[in-house]
């Protein structure tokens, strides 16, 4: 876990994003197979969270075969295992990880009436909310950092 923002923090988008996501994944010894490169691929247009399902209908009609949401859903877990993507919990949905080389305990801000949700790293925030748990002698694994609310456009 990163503890302050001293690191080469770098946040990607388009190309350079699924390279970064397939560098991610290969080296902590997966291998970046056709399949999960489409489903990366796919997660990565989406700009609000997507489930496995948006994913699956989406490369079905893409690819002409249906692609099964369970296959996809294993592909996903294996992204959030390995930091390429994020799991919205509240929205029961992913986001493709615009940090893949960087872990943080990102927080989001969703929509309750467009369902977007925009990404947020704040190290003293994750500081703080790890601290509590750690003063209570529980050992943070993974805080789940999330803000329902209104996006400015639907406010
Ligand atoms: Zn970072
Ligand atoms: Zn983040
Ligand atoms: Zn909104």
């Given at each position: 876990m990163a503890q302050s923002h001293a690191h080469a923090h770098k946040e990607h988008s388009g190309e350079t994003l699924i390279e970064a996501a397939r560098d991610a994944l290969t080296n902590s010894g997966e291998q970046w197979t056709g399949m999960r490169q489409s489903v990366f691929t796919e997660l990565a247009r989406h700009e609000r969270p997507?489930?496995?399902y948006d994913i699956a209908d989406n490369l079905s009609k893409a690819r002409g075969k249906r692609v099964a949401p369970n296959s996809v859903y294993r592909i996903l877990d294996l992204f959030v295992a390995n930091n390429l993507a994020l799991r919205v919990e509240s929205s029961n949905a992913y986001l493709a990880n615009t940090h893949p080389g960087c872990e943080h305990d990102c927080i989001?801000?969703?929509c309750d009436e467009c369902g977007?949700?925009?990404?947020i790293d704040d190290e003293e925030v994750s500081r703080t909310v790890r601290g509590?748990?750690?003063a209570r002698g529980f050992k943070p694994e993974r805080p789940v950092l999330e803000i329902r609310g209104l996006c400015r456009?639907?406010?």
């Open positions: 997507a489930s496995a989001f801000l969703v977007e949700a925009t990404h509590l748990a750690s456009a639907c406010a």
